[in-house]
């Protein structure tokens, strides 16, 4: 959500790390002496209920700001970012954040970012209770592809490291009704599957897929 100038300036105050894919990046519960920009690679934003539910909260991809909410509440983090695949991120001590955040005159623009995040769990929210799973599915593989290659205009795109188990989290169903769901768009050329690996063949069919409505399906 920052400026790519800010981005490339940001990334210059803190220190790369790598993160093997599965492996925790941020932990429920710890507190926020730092937080990450992503640089390279996909993550998930989940909570762990008491009982041992999961609950899916969102996707993260390169340009993304990871636990800032923690850095700026002063508060212990209420979510966990794992690795879908391997990561970068740039780990960033939180007051030389706060410091160059506000040096740079970039709070509105964190403010903005808060906004939008949270339509975006709003709306998602609404998705779950109202729209068929085969929809929420391919609108959860369009939002990877574009965490994936952003701005790229090609059909084809390869998303690996994801589970059947985590879709389902993310659409809000079981892993049965995931697989029923892929074979729907593999039958109608959207997509190919293997194990953890699922490559986006017609873009424009799955976008197909992701606008219709609770009353009809494509052709």
């Known amino acids: 959500m920052l ?3 800010a981005w490339r300036e940001l990334q210059g105050q803190g220190t790369p790390r790598t993160f093997p894919g599965r492996s925790v990046m941020l932990r429920q519960g710890s507190s926020g002496t730092h937080l990450l920009a992503l640089t390279e690679g996909l993550a998930k934003v989940v909570c762990r209920e008491p009982g041992g539910m999961v609950t899916w909260l969102a996707f993260r991809g390169p340009g993304d700001l990871l636990g800032e909410v923690s850095v700026f509440h002063g508060t212990p983090r209420t979510a966990e970012v794992v690795a879908l695949t391997p990561c970068t991120a740039v ?8 410091r160059f955040i506000e040096q740079r005159g970039l709070i509105m623009d964190l403010m903005r970012q ?5 339509r975006e769990s709003d709306a998602h929210r ?21 965490l994936t290659s952003p701005g790229q205009e090609s059909d084809v795109v390869r998303l690996a490291g994801l589970s059947q188990e985590e879709i389902a989290q993310a ?8 697989i029923t769901g892929l074979q729907r768009l593999r039958e109608s050329g959207a997509v190919e599957t293997a194990r953890r690996v ?4 017609d873009m424009k069919a799955l976008r197909d897929w992701a606008m219709v409505d609770t009353k009809s399906k494509p052709a």
């Open 3 to 5: 400026r790519d100038e």
């Open 91 to 98: 780990v960033l001590e939180a007051e030389r954040f706060r």
């Open 114 to 118: 808060a906004l939008f995040r949270l």
């Open 126 to 146: 609404a998705e779950l209770l109202t729209l068929p799973l085969v929809v929420r599915l391919a609108r959860a593989l369009l939002r990877l592809a574009e």
């Open 171 to 178: 659409t809000g169903v079981t892993r049965n009704a995931v």
């Open 198 to 201: 699922i490559v986006i063949k």
